[in-house]
T-cell receptor, first 115, second 115 residues
Framework: DTGVSQNPRHKITKRGQNVTFRCDPISEHNRLYWYRQTLGQGPEFLTYFQNEAQLEKSRLLSDRFSAERPKGSFSTLEIQRTEQGDSAMYLC?????????????FGQGTRLTVV | GENVEQHPSTLSVQEGDSAVIKCTYSDSASNYFPWYKQELGKGPQLIIDIRSNVGEKKDQRIAVTLNKTAKHFSLHITETQPEDSAVYFCAAPTTSSTSYGKLTFGQGTILTVHP
């Protein structure tokens, strides 16, 4: 299967700890997105990469959050000093293209629970 | 920014009936409208999308219609089957975004198809 892959699928952490999630996009896709989804809501945009460049960040992405995409391949999302409000599903998506909107394909997500 | 409203929040139908989910958007410059299906514990799956240069698109039992003047678009599922039961999300891009990355999602519709 060459879809978007996210690891881990589940993460339980204690408040105050740091966590890091990984996303491997579809291999030929140059665009990569991170979204957050809480129970009963639609996904909310966090950040967007085109190749290795982080082109946009949401105001939802506090300074405790950082995302990287070295070499324009996989991406990591790190949350420092986790809080209970960070508990959510973190979704990664990828798409191809340079201009215009193209189909975005989501991974299975990483469910974070902060206790 | 874009505001997307989705109705109804829940929809219950009998197998074989049709289901219609409606969304409205606020940014008149939006030109791409995807629909996603999300099953429990999984990431959203793109099922159909439409661009602003067409008014309707069909793929087997699924169709999407777009009314740019009224700024609304709808998902139509015919001959529903129990496996269509899931949460459905509409989305629209934020054209003021500096990138082609940001989708704003509706609140979701929980569709239940009874055998």
């Amino acid at each position: 299967d060459t879809g978007v892959s996210q690891n881990p699928r589940h993460k339980i952490t204690k408040r105050g700890q740091n966590v890091t999630f990984r996303c491997d996009p579809i291999s030929e896709h140059n665009r990569l997105y991170w979204y957050r989804q809480t129970l009963g809501q639609g996904p909310e945009f966090l950040t967007y990469f085109q190749n290795e460049a982080q082109l946009e960040k949401s105001r939802l992405l506090s300074d405790r959050f950082s995302a990287e995409r070295p070499k324009g391949s996989f991406s990591t999302l790190e949350i420092q000093r986790t809080e209970q409000g960070d508990s959510a599903m973190y979704l990664c998506a990828s798409s191809e293209g340079v201009t215009g909107y193209t189909e975005a394909f989501f991974g299975q997500g990483t469910r974070l629970t902060v206790v | 920014g874009e505001n997307v409203e989705q109705h109804p929040s829940t929809l219950s139908v009998q197998e074989g009936d049709s289901a219609v989910i409606k969304c409205t958007y606020s940014d008149s410059a939006s030109n791409y409208f995807p629909w996603y299906k999300q099953e429990l514990g999984k990431g959203p799956q793109l099922i159909i999308d439409i661009r602003s240069n067409v008014g309707e698109k069909k793929d087997q039992r699924i169709a999407v219609t777009l009314n740019k003047t009224a700024k609304h678009f709808s998902l139509h599922i015919t001959e529903t089957q129990p496996e269509d039961s899931a949460v459905y999300f509409c989305a629209a891009p934020t054209t003021s975004s500096t990138s082609y990355g940001k989708l704003t999602f509706g609140q979701g519709t929980i569709l239940t198809v009874h055998p």
